[in-house]
């Protein structure tokens, strides 16, 4: 078993949380759309995540839809006491599984009960704002009226904490004028480093940072100087690449995700991989030709 403890801990929503947790978006289907083809192998990844000792899961009701939360809650409940579970709202698939926006109150509302209900919870730990303004990134745009429905949501303590996904500073500036952020989770990796100056600023005001897509976006220069690395280091580049976001910053919270146990658990050696400095010393070399790529 990996030694999770090794990733060190940092607060989410007034729990404290193992570094490296899961992303549940890859149990479901091709597409994050439908089923998944093995359902009980998708069981078997998130009991091996939580007895590995991950407890913070990434997910959302829109993965599937449905999927996800269902199958979080049969392989999972009751829930251990120590589980913070994220989810987010502020989208919806359509029937050919398009994303499009939800941003209207009843769509907000729906969600978050649409969670509640599928992960068989009476409160939500954490629920991201998806911002929608452009589905492949941060776009600006007020937030205001959206973030308002979720902090009466909350005051009706269906949601415990907010957060933001695929956020501008400006926007999460915004949110913080309306209500408590917990958390900000946007695309963030060795060489996609848009948000460096963004997560130190949230390091210093305690806030985590969540990045997705810890491997994408990467030139194939970039792609096989991190191979390059991970061979050297006897260790999968994806065990590199998140062991170099463990070293970022203290406030960095990963979500890696698979469908396979075998998968999950090289993803969870991370946590034992000690970069060399001349290791660190190349990695952090790779954005810098293009440290604001998009």
């Not at 398009?98 to 939500?124: C, M, Q, Y």
């Not at 690395?229 to 995700?257: D, E, F, K, S, Y």
Request: charged share 20%; with cysteine; proline share 7%.
């Amino acid at each position: 078993m990996p030694r999770l403890d090794r990733s060190g801990t940092f607060h989410l929503g007034g729990r404290t949380v193992k570094r490296l947790g899961y992303g549940a978006m890859q149990l479901a289907g091709p597409g994050v759309f439908g089923p998944p083809k093995d359902r009980d192998a998708a069981l078997a990844v998130l009991r091996e995540a939580v007895a590995a000792g991950v407890n913070h899961i990434d997910t959302s009701d829109f993965y599937g839809p449905h999927v996800t939360n269902q199958l979080i809650r049969e392989a999972l409940a009751p829930y251990p006491d120590d589980l913070v579970i994220v989810t987010k709202i502020g989208a919806l698939r359509g029937a050919d599984a398009s994303w499009r926006p939800a941003f209207s109150p009843e769509e907000l509302t729906k969600a978050v009960h649409d969670n509640l209900r599928n992960l068989g919870r009476d409160v939500i730990d954490v629920v991201n704002l998806r911002i929608m303004f452009d589905v492949h990134g941060p776009a600006e745009g007020s937030i205001e009226a959206p973030l308002i429905v979720l902090a009466e949501l909350q005051r009706q303590g269906l949601v415990r904490h907010i957060g933001l996904s695929n956020a501008t500073p400006a926007q999460i500036a915004e949110g913080r004028r309306i209500a408590e952020i917990v958390c900000v989770q946007n695309q963030y990796n060795l060489a996609h480093r848009a948000d460096d100056a963004l997560i130190d600023d949230l390091a210093r005001d305690g806030i985590a940072y969540v990045p997705f897509f810890p491997l994408g976006g990467f030139t194939p220069l970039q792609s096989s100087t991190l191979s390059d690395i991970a061979a050297r280091l006897r260790a999968t580049p994806m065990q590199v690449a998140l062991a170099w976001l463990l070293r970022r910053a203290p406030n960095i919270l990963l979500i890696p995700g698979t469908s396979s146990v075998a998968h999950l658990r090289e993803n969870l050696a991370a946590a034992d991989l000690d970069l060399p400095g001349d290791a660190l010393r190349e990695l952090d070399s790779i954005a810098e030709p293009a440290g604001s790529i998009a």
